[in-house]
C-alpha cells in the first residue's frame, strides 16, 4: 500500500475507535457491535448504488433524447458502469462478511435475525 492509503487507514481506525469510546460513554455501543457496523456499510453502498443507477438512467435518457454530444454521455456511462461495478462488488463482499459475523453468532439472536431479514429484503431495483 501507498503511504497515502496507509495514513487514510490510519486516520479511519483513529475515528471508528473514537467512535466506540464515545458510544460506550453514552452506554449505546450495543449499537455499535460488528454486525451493526457491516449493516451501516451495507446499507450506505446501497444508497449509493441506487442514485449511480438514476444517474445511468438519467445519461441514456439524455442520449436517447436529447441532442446533446454523444461521445461525451458515452464516456459518462463508460465510468459510470465502472463505479456500478464497483459497487456491486462490494456489496457482494460486505454480504459475504455480514453473513460470516453471523455465521460466529456475534450479538444476540433477536438482532441477528432481523439484520439477516433486513438483508434478505433490501434489493435494488431498476426499472427498465
Not at 9 to 35: F, S, T, W
Not at 47 to 76: F, P, V, W
Not at 97 to 110: H, N, P, Q, T
Request: aromatic fraction near 4%.
Amino acid at each position: 500500500m501507498s503511504k497515502k492509503k496507509n495514513a487514510q487507514k490510519k486516520v479511519m481506525n483513529e475515528l471508528k475507535n473514537q467512535l466506540l469510546v464515545q458510544a460506550e460513554r453514552l452506554g449505546i455501543k450495543d449499537d455499535y457491535n460488528p454486525i451493526a457496523m457491516e449493516e451501516m456499510k451495507l446499507d450506505s453502498i446501497r444508497k449509493i448504488l441506487g442514485d449511480l443507477y438514476m444517474e445511468r438512467a438519467n445519461l441514456e435518457y439524455e442520449l436517447n433524447m436529447s441532442g446533446t454530444d454523444k461521445k461525451e454521455a458515452l464516456i459518462k456511462l463508460e465510468r459510470l458502469s465502472r463505479y456500478i461495478h464497483k459497487a456491486e462488488a462490494l456489496i457482494k463482499r460486505h454480504t459475504r462478511k455480514f453473513e460470516d459475523l453471523i455465521e460466529k453468532g456475534m450479538g444476540d439472536v433477536k438482532k441477528t435475525r432481523r439484520a439477516v431479514r433486513k438483508l434478505d429484503t433490501a434489493r435494488v431495483r431498476v426499472a427498465a
